[in-house]
């Protein structure tokens, strides 16, 4: 592959795979406001207006940024400050660094050369997703503890506490989903789950790993600290470890949780619901199962995929979204019991069975 | 017939009084109050209102009480259904042609015709007929304003000029309905004790041009005093606001109303003593200690006194006590007037106090109740000063200081300028080395000394006051000193820490123990005494 | 002690009543999600349509888009208060402090003077409402003689930047004006939606 095609996809991915993100966690913080007015009966944020249009709200969004950017950047008098203004930088960095190994797409053939679809096809994917995620509780405890204030303090440790209860949960379920699927590079598991079974069924993991999905879901819910999960930020009463940010490292706080959304979405499609996979969509274009197909051109084939995954992910976002606005928050004794006594013996369950069924298979 | 009292039955109850009491007072002394218009007992009877109806066992009708005179074993009902009905048929009589005032009405609240309608009226209306319509807020004189719709006709007000103040000014006009009330053709009502018809009258047809829609009454507090206006210490009942200042003017005070009190005044005060309240919070109030020259704004107490006492005492080491004179108010209390003796007299040895100023030509003793010298306590004053002071002419000190032999003087609470006017005041002033004034206002006399001190008026402080006749009576606090201002007591009291001498107790119980225990006059007295004996009636010393 | 008992009673209560499928929870939490989920695409095909300008009116959203929409007010509603003018245009108020007296919060102040026509005796010199201390009990408007004071203008959003500015005078108190009267068929029609 010539250098310069080689620097520009992996600039253009790179930023693909920022923008992606984010692009879609400012439309979750609108959709935090309206789609929980349009669940509820109501009309929801449509007073800011721009040219005497409220354009459904997003211009609150804006107004937000703005407020957000020209409020005071307050550190408490007794706080660390380097440690006061690293952690929403930590946070933030960790959680969209792991965007890194997310296959977005299969890949595209330009000018001959084949670019894969993700910034980093490490063989270790889905550790690295593994590692990164453990890395954002950082933010969250320095966070709290740099603040010299006991409530953040709690916040913070709150915030570890369940992180690591939850994390374990995931890796357990993760490791279910690898055997099932035989890799751990996350690209190859997509590619695993695009076959069909009988010809007609996807074979995506949520099939063979319905319970493993399940757990991921909920864990990954908890990773994200929102509602039904937010006690470490306690969002209904800022009394978590963001209780001394404000403007923008607040925003911050409030940004990655948009991204944890995001990522947890695409993580669990990724390998629970066949990545950017398209049932019946092979390279050379659709193929009926009752027979037939349309022939499509592989590049077209392959956007296709992308818009595949963003939908999937997009619904993933919403479902999360949905959960947030019906369920009330759980107490921190019912959150560790669920971790602890729940989610974790029956992902540990699920890696025994599902190994015996792939010793017995195989 | 012939024997000196009379036992007749009231309501059930027996009750003795001398014969020739009248039905009504009869009453009165069991505690039943008939209800009356025209009554007074300081005037003589009319029997025009017919409210005071009761049944008399015997009698054909019921029969007014006011008049009837109480008989041995008479049997009197006040309150059984003929006298109910009488009494209720006879409101309604009043108040046919009453107009429906009450809103702007300043009598609301103290009207006798609303009083005894909740009380003995509520009766459904039957008038028909339109109401009489006749002159409404027509001035009848300096003080008091006639609205001839709300007037009932008791004509106590025309008894009251013909009997009281025997001036005669007012009578009532026309007949049947068409009768009015009113002053004479080319007579104004404006006799020295014209107030006095405002208080009489039962309803609000006479009313008070000054007190004239300034608050309504049920916002007043009262508390009972004396009138510092003259020699006479007429007995007053002071109303007053406490909240909802922003009724009155923002003053406190809101009106003098005389107090019955039968060796005193009787029911009366006069024109004068009712509207002196004005100046209890007038505009010339001294609110802050003031030094006049140089940096003279608000030193507050602890400063000021600790300069006047500075300047006392080196004017004295270097000019001598000789130099200086005291000029005391004659209507300051019993107790400041022992405390200043005991501060100047027996601390400073300052033997010039003067306190006596001769009325004026204008000022004579009427038949009443006026008395010429216009000093409150000028007895208190000639009892406490007069065996110690060499100068009790105020005239003696002012020659001394045109001679140049007094050199200070320190003035309380009294202004020179009215006896001896201003120009000479400030021209005597001008030779002085130190002066001082303690008192309640700023006028010619307080503008010309140098040290300021604010100190109550008679309504902010309590303390007793000798009258005239030697009678020596006791007025309580109504209203906390305005500004900065302190009692007299207390402001002797503080000069006489700076000066580091003999404490002054600031509790006039307590220096008035201390004077009755030298003073002659007071010997025998005990404030507590006064105290409880001052609302009816209080001790005349023996 | 007590309170224990009452959290164990209460927990043996919550027990009884769930069911082990509810306790299970998750399939709660789907049944939950359904009803949000019902509600969220329901109310979103009326967004749309009335986005698209097909239907004007939310028909499942009863949100009123204050203050561009206010709600028909109760004909009784005691609203901000206003000084009624005599025929020829001065204040009917007489100043008599009956209002003053009977307001519980306090928020009355009049200042009477002699009137200034011969037909009138006595009148308000000032008169101030503080709207700050107002209750909107209307005791004001039950103890005046001379309906001289309403509360029927039908303002409700009195808002000011000081408290001094929540004192209104005589002078706005009587440029006020009563509120449209509604019709019997308006007033059908607001009892209709307040019982539903």
Redesign the interface.
């Known amino acids: 592959m010539n250098a310069v095609l080689y620097w520009t996809s992996t600039i253009a991915k790179s930023a693909y795979i920022l923008v992606f993100p984010l692009t879609l966690a400012f439309f979750l913080a609108w959709a935090e406001r309206k789609q929980s007015a349009v669940m509820q009966d109501r009309i929801g944020a449509n007073r800011a207006k721009f040219l005497g249009r409220p354009f459904l709200g997003l211009v609150h969004m804006v107004c937000d940024a703005v407020k957000m950017f020209v409020k005071e950047d307050f550190v408490p008098d007794s706080g660390h400050r380097v440690l006061h203004t690293l952690a929403p930088f930590l946070a933030m960095f960790f959680a969209l660094i792991t965007f890194a190994v997310i296959p977005f797409g299969y890949q595209l053939t330009i000018a001959g050369e084949t670019i894969g679809l993700q910034v980093a096809d490490l063989n270790v994917g889905i550790l690295f997703i593994f590692a990164m995620a453990s890395l954002g509780v950082y933010g969250m405890v320095l966070a709290g503890w740099s603040s010299n204030n006991n409530y953040a303090l709690l916040g913070g440790i709150r915030a570890s506490a369940q992180m690591i209860s939850y994390e374990i949960c995931i890796g357990m379920t993760i490791i279910g989903a690898i055997l099932a699927l035989g890799t751990l590079s996350m690209q190859d598991l997509v590619i695993r789950q695009g076959y069909h079974y009988f010809g007609w069924l996807p074979r995506w993991g949520v099939l063979l790993q319905p319970l493993g999905f399940l757990l991921f879901f909920i864990a990954g819910i908890a990773e994200t600290k929102r509602v039904p999960f937010d006690m470490p930020e306690g969002e209904s009463e800022i009394i978590g470890f963001n209780l001394e940010y404000s403007s923008m490292k607040f925003a911050m706080f409030l940004f990655t949780d948009f991204i944890e959304t995001v990522l947890i979405a695409a993580v669990t499609v990724t390998l629970f619901f066949g990545g950017w996979q398209i049932p019946w969509l092979f390279e050379s274009g659709f193929v009926w199962p009752w027979g037939g197909g349309w022939e499509i051109h592989p590049n077209v084939v392959n956007i296709l995929r992308m818009a595949a995954f963003a939908a999937k992910v997009t619904f993933f976002c919403w479902l999360m979204m949905a959960i947030r606005w019906t369920l009330p928050r759980f107490r921190y004794d019912q959150l560790m019991d669920l971790g602890w006594k729940w989610l974790l013996p029956l992902s540990l369950a699920n890696i025994v069975v599902t190994a015996l069924v792939v010793l017995l298979v195989n | 017939m012939g024997s000196a009292t009379v036992k007749l039955t009231i309501d059930g109850r027996e009750v003795e009084v001398p014969s020739g009491t009248r039905v009504i007072e009869a009453a009165k002394k069991l505690g039943i109050e008939i209800p009356h218009y025209c009554y007074h007992p300081a005037l003589s009877i009319a029997g025009s209102c017919r409210m005071c109806l009761v049944e008399i066992e015997k009698f054909p009708k019921p029969a007014i009480s006011c008049h009837t005179v109480a008989a041995d074993g008479m049997v009197v009902h006040t309150d059984s259904g003929v006298a109910k009905q009488a009494r209720a048929a006879m409101l309604e009589f009043l108040l046919a042609n009453h107009p429906l005032d009450c809103p702007i009405c300043d009598q609301a609240g103290e009207c006798k015709l609303q009083q005894y309608y909740m009380t003995v009226g509520q009766y459904d209306s039957a008038l028909l007929d339109n109401k009489v319509k006749k002159s409404k807020a027509k001035i009848i004189g300096p003080h008091v304003m006639l609205d001839s719709e709300r007037c009932i006709l008791c004509s106590r007000c025309v008894r009251f000029t013909d009997e009281i103040s025997k001036s005669h000014e007012l009578g009532i006009f026309n007949r049947g309905d068409h009768s009015e009330l009113s002053n004479y053709p080319g007579m104004s009502l404006d006799n020295p004790y014209s107030g006095n018809v405002v208080d009489i009258c039962p309803v609000g047809a006479l009313t008070d041009r000054d007190f004239r829609f300034k608050v309504r009454v049920w916002y007043l507090d009262s508390a009972p005093s004396i009138c510092h206006g003259c020699a006479r210490g007429c007995n007053i009942r002071v109303d007053y606001l406490t909240r909802r200042l922003h009724h009155n003017d923002g003053k406190r005070i809101a009106r003098f109303k005389p107090r019955f009190n039968p060796e005193v005044n009787g029911h009366w005060i006069c024109d004068a003593g009712r509207y002196s309240y004005k100046t209890l919070e007038d505009e010339d109030r001294l609110y802050n200690p003031r030094v006049t020259d140089g940096n003279g704004d608000n030193p507050g107490w602890n400063a000021i006194t600790g300069r006047i006492a500075d300047a006392l005492s080196s004017h004295i080491s270097e000019y001598g006590v000789g130099s200086v004179a005291v000029i005391a108010s004659a209507s300051m209390t019993n107790e400041e007037m022992w405390a200043a003796r005991q501060l100047f007299y027996d601390g400073l040895k300052i033997e010039k106090i003067a306190w006596r100023i001769p009325p004026g030509p204008d000022d004579i003793d009427d038949d009443l109740l006026i008395r010429a010298d216009k000093n409150a306590n000028t007895f208190g004053a000639e009892q406490i000063f007069g065996p110690m002071t060499h100068a009790a002419d105020v005239q003696q000190v002012l020659d001394k200081i045109a001679e140049g032999k007094i050199k200070a003087w320190i003035v309380l609470d009294r202004d020179l300028s009215p006896a001896f006017g201003e120009e000479k005041i400030r021209k005597l002033t001008g030779g002085l080395k130190f002066s001082l004034y303690a008192g309640s206002h700023l006028h010619a006399t307080s503008r010309s000394c140098r040290f300021l001190l604010p100190t109550a008026v008679f309504t902010e402080k309590e303390g007793t006051i000798t009258n005239f006749s030697g009678r020596v009576q006791y007025f309580p606090l109504v209203v906390p000193p305005l500004g900065d201002a302190l009692p007299m007591l207390e402001a002797l009291s503080r000069l006489s820490a700076a000066l580091k001498l003999e404490p002054i107790s600031t509790d006039p119980g307590a220096v008035f123990t201390a004077l009755a225990g030298d003073i002659a006059h007071f010997k025998g007295t005990s404030y507590a005494e006064l105290i409880k004996r001052w609302a009816p009636i209080s001790k005349i010393p023996s | 002690m007590a309170v224990q008992n009452i959290i164990k009673v209460a927990a043996r209560r919550r027990e009884a009543t769930l069911g082990f499928w509810e306790r299970v929870y998750?399939f709660e939490?789907v049944r939950?999600?359904w009803?949000?989920?019902e509600?969220?695409v329901g109310?979103?095909y009326y967004?749309i349509l009335k986005?698209f300008g097909i239907i004007k009116v939310?028909p499942?959203?009863?949100?009123i888009?204050y203050p561009e929409e206010q709600r028909t007010l109760a004909p009784r509603l005691r609203t901000l208060h206003r000084l009624v003018r005599r025929e020829d245009g001065s204040p009917r108020c007489?100043?008599?402090?009956?209002c003053?007296?009977v307001c519980p919060a306090l928020c009355i102040?009049?200042?009477?003077?002699?009137g200034d026509k011969p037909q009138i005796?006595?009148r308000p010199k000032s008169f101030d409402i503080d709207m700050g201390r107002c209750i909107f009990c209307g005791y004001c408007v039950e103890a005046c003689?001379?309906d001289a004071i309403r509360m029927d203008t039908g303002i409700l959003d009195i808002a000011a930047y000081s408290r001094e500015g929540m004192v209104l005078d005589i002078d706005t108190l009587l440029s006020l004006q009563p509120a449209q009267r509604r019709t019997d068929k308006e007033v059908d029609e607001l009892q209709r939606r307040l019982l539903q």
């Open positions: 998750i939490v939950g999600l009803i949000t989920t509600h969220f109310n979103l967004h986005l939310h499942l959203t009863p949100t888009q007489v100043a008599c402090m009956m003053e007296t102040k009049i200042v009477a003077a002699e005796e006595k003689p001379e």
